[in-house]
C-alpha cells in the first residue's frame, strides 16, 4: 500500500491551500484517515481526523479553518486550509488506517508535504 501527499506549498497569511492524500494498493476499506503536521523543532500533532462515514474531529488550533473530507470510493482524503497562518507552517503528513483483503489492520503514513505560511 502506498499513500501519496501532495497540495503544499508556499502561501501568504491568509491564503488557502488543499491537501490530498491517494491511497494505492490491496485495501478492503479504510477505517480512518488523519492529518498530522510537524513544524521545526516541534512534535508530530493531530491536526484532523474522519471515519468513511464522515465523523470528523479537529484540533483546536484549526477548528473553523480547516476542513476535512474522504471520499470512500477513490480511498482519497482532502484537506482544505483556509485563512493560513504563520503558524500553521509545517511538513503535513497523511495517516490512513485500513483493512487488507485478509481483515487485518493497518497503517500507513504518506512521505508529508511542507506548508509554508510566510508574506
Do not use: H
Not at 7 to 34: E, K, M, N, Y
Not at 37 to 57: D, K, L, S
Not at 103 to 111: K, P, S
Request: glycine share 12%; with cysteine.
Amino acid at each position: 500500500v502506498q499513500l501519496q501527499a501532495s497540495g503544499g506549498g508556499v502561501v501568504q497569511p491568509g491564503g488557502s491551500l488543499r491537501l490530498s492524500c491517494a491511497a494505492s494498493g490491496r485495501i478492503f476499506d479504510i477505517r480512518a484517515l488523519t492529518w498530522y503536521r510537524q513544524a521545526p523543532g516541534e512534535q508530530r500533532e493531530v491536526v484532523a481526523g474522519i471515519t468513511p462515514g464522515g465523523t470528523a474531529n479537529y484540533a483546536d488550533s484549526v477548528k473553523g479553518r480547516f476542513t476535512i473530507s474522504i471520499d470512500n470510493a477513490k480511498n482519497m482524503g482532502n484537506l482544505q486550509m483556509n485563512n493560513l497562518k504563520p503558524e500553521d507552517t509545517a511538513v503535513y503528513y497523511c495517516n490512513v488506517r485500513f483493512r487488507d483483503y485478509l481483515f487485518r489492520e493497518i497503517q500507513a503514513w504518506g512521505q508529508g508535504t511542507l506548508v509554508t505560511v510566510s508574506s
